[in-house]
């Protein structure tokens, strides 16, 4: 139904499913259906049960929208709404400081990225409507994208600095060098959220942001370039830190992050059905071990220190076979 119609902007709120969305759409519904369902479990005890299911049930909302919205508009909703969920479930033992200055670290560190890919939405938009095709419509841009060859904005390519513009969202959101601070630090919510927000969902937005615009990332080589050399440069940064953490979180925190990167190698060099293949199978795996670390962390009483666990293996048969298959995985 119509939403923004002023002067040539167009914007409805209409949803698209195509073969893109629909592995998202199977990677949202189906991770966030059984971590709803690990997490019915894991948070039975806590006394705001309730508030947990509804910022989990949102965040599942505001990532639908994000991956089934038509337009930029829509998709920046979606893109605003999981961060702001995040905050509320990365924040949500809120009465120990260290939890909410996470969950405030993470909204404003993202905050960061936004504001680069709401710039890059201005120039699009501005750019096309100067050749009288403005739209934010992902089929018209496909077709109006030729349009941007030739233009230039402060002596740069216009689709150079739009795809680096939605390239500092994406890097906020998905958490490349330098915006990947805000990650680990997230480990301060429950489990499940860790699992949903930073291994299945959220984090993956910009990995699918890339793809979905990839028809305006081929023009711009030079954007590409710094996609492909951000992403490898953050894999073996983040895979490095990783070898020296202690809190078990926060290893599976690190390897995300690193994991990531491969994908926004993948998408640099152009090779977008990889990117968007190990992001499916990273979603399933990366749950997993997140789910089986919330396993351990229970029965260990709470205790995140890996220094302190060992010879687990015969206490817990079933959580150490999930867990070696994840990780094979």
């Known amino acids: 139904f119509p939403w ?26 189906g991770v966030g259906g059984l971590i709803h369902l690990y997490a019915t479990g894991y948070m039975r005890d806590d006394p705001a049960y309730w508030r947990f299911f509804a910022y989990l049930n949102l965040f599942m909302f505001a990532m639908l929208t994000l991956v089934l919205g038509d337009n930029l508009l829509l998709m920046f909703v979606g893109w605003e709404g999981v961060g702001f969920c995040s905050w509320g479930l990365i924040g949500f033992w809120h009465k120990e400081l260290p939890n909410t200055t996470a969950g405030n670290k993470a909204f404003l560190v993202n905050r960061v990225g936004d504001f680069g890919f709401v710039l890059g939405v201005f120039l699009l938009f501005w750019s096309l409507d100067a050749r009288g095709h403005g739209t934010l419509v992902f089929r018209d841009l496909r077709a109006a994208a030729h349009l ?74 030079a954007t590409l370039a710094v996609v492909a050399t951000t992403g490898a440069a953050t894999a073996l940064l983040a895979a490095t830190i990783a070898l020296a953490q202690n809190d078990i979180k926060r290893v599976l925190a690190y390897s995300t992050v690193s994991q990531l990167g491969y994908m926004f190698l993948a998408m640099g060099v152009g090779a977008y059905a990889a990117g968007i293949f190990h992001l499916m199978t990273h979603a399933f795996f990366k749950a997993c071990l997140f789910l089986g670390s919330g396993s351990v962390i229970h029965a260990m009483g709470g205790e995140q220190d890996m220094r302190k666990m060992g010879g687990l293996k015969d206490k817990m048969p079933t959580t150490f076979w999930t867990f070696l298959i994840a990780t094979l995985a």
């Open 4 to 29: 923004i119609h002023v002067g040539s902007l167009q914007v409805d709120v209409a949803f698209a499913v195509d073969p893109l969305s629909a592995v998202m759409i199977l990677v949202v519904t």
């Open 148 to 221: 941007l060859e030739g233009q230039l904005f402060w002596g740069v390519p216009v689709a150079t600095l739009v795809t680096l513009f939605f390239f500092v969202g994406a890097t906020g959101k998905s958490a490349q060098i330098p915006l990947y601070v805000w990650l680990p630090d997230a480990m301060a919510g429950p489990t499940p959220v860790s699992a949903l927000i930073h291994a299945a969902t959220m984090v993956t937005a910009g990995v699918y942001m890339i793809g979905r615009l990839n028809f305006l990332f081929a023009m711009a080589p």
